[in-house]
Structures are given as C-alpha cells and as structure tokens.
C-alpha cells in the first residue's frame, strides 16, 4: 500500500516540475519575441545631401634644402698653411678659403718658365737658319712643336700653382671645415662643405587629382615646423612629368629666404596649394563614407521613414573627405554613413549620433 502511494506521489511531481517548466518556455519564447520586435530597427550612423562650395585647398610636406651644395675637394697634394674660414662664415665666389704650400709647385712653373724661354730661342734660331738653308723645313717645324709644347706646360703649371690657393666657387655659408694648419692633403681630399640658403628647395609630391591644376611659376606658401606663425612666399620651379610608383609626383618649390636666413637646410616644410574656392561653383557632397563597398560601386543607402533604400547614384570629384554627386540625390536627402554592413534594402534603422 506504501508502495503504491509513493509511486503516485512521484508521477505527481514529475507532472508538477513538467508543468513548471513548460510554462518558463512559453514565457521565455514570449519575451524573445518581444525583444526580437523591439530591436528589428539597426542602429545607424546619418548624414544630409549638401550643396556647398568643396574645399580644394592641398597640403603637402616635406623638407627644405639648399639651392646649391658642394662638396669642396683639393686639386694638389701638399700640406696646408692657411686655413682662413671657419665654420659658419659666409663666403663669396673667389675668396680664398685656404692654402697649400706651394713651393714645390713655384718650382714646378719657374722650370716651365725656363724651358718655355729655351725653345722660344731654339724655334727663332731655326727660323732664321732655315732663310740661310742651315736647315730643313721638318727642323723648323720641330722647334716650333717643341716651343707649343713648352708653353702648355708653363700653362698647367700655371692652374696648379693656383690651385694652392683653395677659392669658393659658389657662394653661401661653411657648413663643414675638414682641415686644419698643418694637415697634409692629396687630390680629391674634401676640404670644406659649402652650402647657399639665400633661397632653398622644397620638394614634396602631389596626387594625380590635384597636380593637373598646378602649373610651372605658380606662387605657393609655404610654412616651417618650427616658425607656425610664419609664411614664406615660394613659386613652383618642377613638376615631374613621370608619377612615382605611389602615383604621386614630384614638386620642386624654391623659396627665397628671410634677412636673417632662419629657414635652414634640413627643416619640415608644408606647402599650401590653394584652390582659389572664390571661383568654385557649389557642388552637391556627400561623406565619402557613405559609399557601399567604397566609392568606385557608386552605391549609397538613402534613409526615408527610417526604411532604407539601397541607391545607384554617379559620383564626380574627391575632395578629402568629401565626394561630388553628379546624379542620383538630391539636396536634403539622408544618407548611411556607418552600418552599412547590416543593412539590406528595405531595412529598418534607427538613426545614433
């Protein structure tokens, strides 16, 4: 009889607990579906179709360098007396810079000299024997050789004797003094380093988009890193006819330094390619985020009672961050910006800032 009575006490709670747990199901599905309702809308980013006048203004960096640099080397070995210029100081075309002892070579030109002097005599003395029949044409022609050769020797006698006196052949600044009283140099030796910054060379590169409006004399401003409250007035001087291998190409900029030389070699520069927006036209625009699977697919998810429409529109010209639109929108219109990627066409969405 107990037997009987614990097994109906089971199969009662078995019932119960069956029961319970049905009940939680049907509630559980019932709140999924709620929230499943509640959340159909995606959470988008927005922003409006506008008409405005596109910024074109390009910027482009890179760094200063002289207009000309050299590397000054030695044309004769010798020891050097005089160095007359230090670091730092600057220098005109001719000055001399140092000296090399020239004894040597002040041998070298009075031997030139002297032989020179010799077949000068021995070339008249053929000449005058020759009108008497002492001797041969092939003599006289000799002597009068022998006579060029003797002044081409006193000529480069003459250049090497020079060369002991170190002149600049550009003028501009001592960035670098190699030598010293003293020091013993051969040909090739580099002696000083000269650098002009009276004007520099701003090279930077420039896109495809924005090189076609630049031309060879356009004037540009320029700033340095380290004088943001300055400007420089440059003009264009290159523009490489060949893009590198990025599609960007070279632009030489030259600009005339200040009184006081503050630009120098080696400074980051930023030029400023201005559009001239006064004479723009306004122009439809909207984010180039908008853009499904990039600009080039020229499709956009157009916003209408937050139901999205998936759109094929023609897209014009880039600037920065901005795309033209030449067909397709109209001004006012909303368009996706962010979330796009769950989103399809008809979709519903709740705009987030």
């Known amino acids: 009889m107990k037997k009987v009575l614990y097994i109906v006490i089971g199969v009662a709670v078995i019932g119960l607990i069956a029961y319970i747990l049905t009940n939680n199901k049907k509630k559980n599905e019932t709140e999924t579906a709620l929230i499943s309702k509640q959340n159909d809308a995606v959470a988008v980013r927005i ?53 090399i002892k020239g004894d040597q070579l002040n041998i070298e030109l009075s031997n030139a000299k002297a032989a020179y002097q010799n077949a000068l005599s021995d070339s008249q003395r053929y000449e005058n024997a020759f009108k008497t029949g002492g001797v041969t044409k092939q003599q006289v022609d000799q002597a009068k050789l022998a006579l060029v050769n003797a002044k ?92 590198d291998g990025s599609l960007n190409f070279p632009v030489e900029i030259q600009i005339a330094n200040n009184a006081n030389n503050e630009l120098k070699a080696g400074m980051y520069g930023t030029a400023n390619f201005s559009s001239g927006a006064a004479k723009q036209q306004a122009v439809k625009t909207i984010p180039r985020n908008a853009f499904v699977g990039g600009v080039a697919g020229n499709q956009v998810f157009v916003v209408n009672d937050s139901v999205v429409k998936l759109t094929k529109i023609v897209s014009g010209r880039i600037f920065g961050d901005q ?25 519903k969405v709740t705009p987030i800032k």
């Not at 520099?200 to 988009?209: A, M, P, S």
Request: aromatic share 4%; no cysteine; glycine share 8%.
């Open 47 to 99: 922003n409006t179709v506008k008409t405005e006048v596109p910024n074109q203004d390009y910027v482009a960096n890179g760094t200063f360098a002289p207009s000309q640099e050299l590397s000054f080397p030695a044309e004769n070995s010798g020891r050097v007396i005089k160095v007359l210029v230090d670091e730092g100081d600057a220098v005109r075309i001719g000055q001399v810079l140092a000296v």
């Open 152 to 243: 081409a020797r006193v000529d480069q006698a003459k250049i090497n004797f020079g060369d002991a006196s170190i002149k600049a052949s550009i003028n501009g600044i001592v960035n670098k003094r190699n030598i010293e009283p003293g020091s013993v140099v051969a040909p090739g030796t580099v002696l000083f380093e000269l650098v002009n910054v009276s004007t520099l060379k701003l090279l930077v590169n420039v896109d495809e988009q924005h090189v076609a409006g630049l031309k060879v004399g356009n004037p540009i401003k320029v700033k340095a890193s380290v004088y943001p409250d300055k400007e420089f007035n440059g003009k264009i001087t290159f523009i490489a006819p060949k893009a």
């Open 323 to 347: 795309v033209e639109v030449v067909n397709g929108l109209t001004e006012g219109q909303i368009v996706v910006t962010s979330g796009q990627i769950n989103l399809t066409d008809g979709a």
